[in-house]
């Protein structure tokens, strides 16, 4: 009878789509709503009871939801039951020259996260110099020579590992900080007001003007060299104007400017980035969660905006990184505890906290006492993310060495 009733109940629906299925938790087995499977050609939504239909008779289709990891499946296959896995991300970098698949960085990483909590890694796919940690099919970026300087000589076999492992792979790249680049393209690098010359940072690096939507195909081109090879989210660092006066753009660099050209660059990110089915995650400076609601700190960067053209947040809640004063402590590096817990519950009300996930510091206070980090400063900073329920952290080690013992509870 019942059997019956549920072929009676499902028949209009089975009479006409070429595929149906019913979307679930992996961990609690219930019917997953309103979420939403896509390829370019058709999507559809799932119902009450988790049930989809799609017209399609082939292709690889995609559900990405907050909190998940993304899934691709192949609709040949005939899945009737497609089950997502909720996950906390908890990353680990890996620099651009540990990421070569023979490095003894990367085994060491390995090793980590197959002993402790961590699941994922973040990986240096454009670095602050524009180099390219593996060799891309964009013409452009090549013929500059990004690619000279790849540590990576088969992303593919890079990629299965992590797979194999069962890690999550985020791709950092470098968005507007981009030496080569800008170097190959003086007339929308960033220049001096003075003399009109490029302009380079302290670490004589030059950056491509944010209002220029040349600099943002460039990037975001490498981003979606990153999606075809299987990275399940895109980081974007840099994200943001430099915090340096009497620059010249091409546009007036006031705040209205600077907020819509970054919310521009991720809207087309979002865009060219869709058909693959991947995560973005946006970095900021962590005192964008103390400011004025509409203080963009001259670089145009605000909370809710990243919020709203994101899928997450990564503000770098460095303790060492917030100045003499803050929280009302002369060294904050003192209390990592008290600047991760504070620094996210000061924000719970102007976004969903499901949706930040932190930069924790991993190394050595480089202000003041020179103070080092080791398991009790680890823990305290990872503590009041899962008290808060943030969508875990992500490790930040210039070096990439992490110790097993830090990264148990």
Do not use: C
């Amino acid at each position: 009878m019942n059997k019956l009733f549920y072929t009676l109940l499902f028949l209009p629906l089975l009479a006409f789509a070429s595929f149906t299925a019913k979307i679930i938790d992996a961990t609690t087995l219930e019917a997953l709503s309103g979420i939403s499977v896509y390829n370019e050609e058709e999507s559809d939504t799932s119902d009450e009871n988790g049930f989809f239909s799609l017209e399609a008779k082939e292709g690889i289709f995609h559900i990405k939801v907050h909190g998940y990891r993304p899934l691709a499946f192949d609709i040949t296959q005939k899945d009737t039951i497609l089950q997502l896995k909720p996950i906390k991300v908890k990353a680990l970098y890996l620099t651009f020259w540990g990421a070569s698949n023979n490095s003894q960085t990367l085994k060491n990483l390995l090793h980590i996260i197959k002993n402790t909590e961590a699941n994922a890694v973040v990986v240096d796919v454009k670095n602050e110099y524009g180099s390219t940690s593996f060799l891309t099919s964009f013409k452009q970026a090549n013929d500059y020579g990004a690619h000279k300087h790849r540590t990576n000589r088969n992303i593919q076999k890079f990629i299965q590992t992590m797979k194999d492992n069962n890690i999550y792979t985020i791709a950092r790249i470098v968005t507007f900080k981009d030496e080569i680049q800008a170097s190959h393209n003086p007339e929308y690098a960033i220049k001096r007001d003075d003399n009109g010359s490029i302009w380079r940072n302290h670490d004589n690096m030059a950056w491509v003007d944010p209002f220029d939507e040349r600099s943002h195909k460039y990037t975001i081109t490498i981003a979606e060299e990153a999606a075809k090879v299987g990275f399940d989210e895109i980081n974007f660092d840099y994200i943001r104007f430099p915090a340096k006066s009497h620059l010249r753009y091409s546009k007036e660099n006031n705040k209205e400017n600077r907020i819509k050209a970054i919310e521009t660059f991720l809207d087309s990110a979002k865009e060219a980035l869709y058909p693959y089915g991947v995560f973005i995650s946006v970095n900021a400076y962590g005192n964008i969660l103390w400011g004025p609601k509409d203080d963009d700190n001259n670089i145009g960067q605000i909370l809710e905006s990243l919020a709203d053209h994101s899928d997450y947040v990564a503000p770098m809640l460095y303790p060492s990184g917030f100045a003499s004063g803050s929280f009302h402590y002369k060294y904050p590096a003192d209390y990592p505890y008290s600047v991760i817990y504070r620094s996210l519950n000061n924000i719970k009300e102007r976004v969903d906290i499901t949706r930040v996930r932190p930069w924790l510091q991993y190394f050595r206070d480089y202000k003041h006492k020179k103070r080092a980090y080791e398991k009790f400063e680890i823990q305290e900073q990872i503590r009041p993310i899962q008290q808060l329920n943030a969508n875990g952290w992500m490790m930040w080690s210039p070096s990439s060495k992490y110790h097993v013992n830090y990264l148990l509870p």
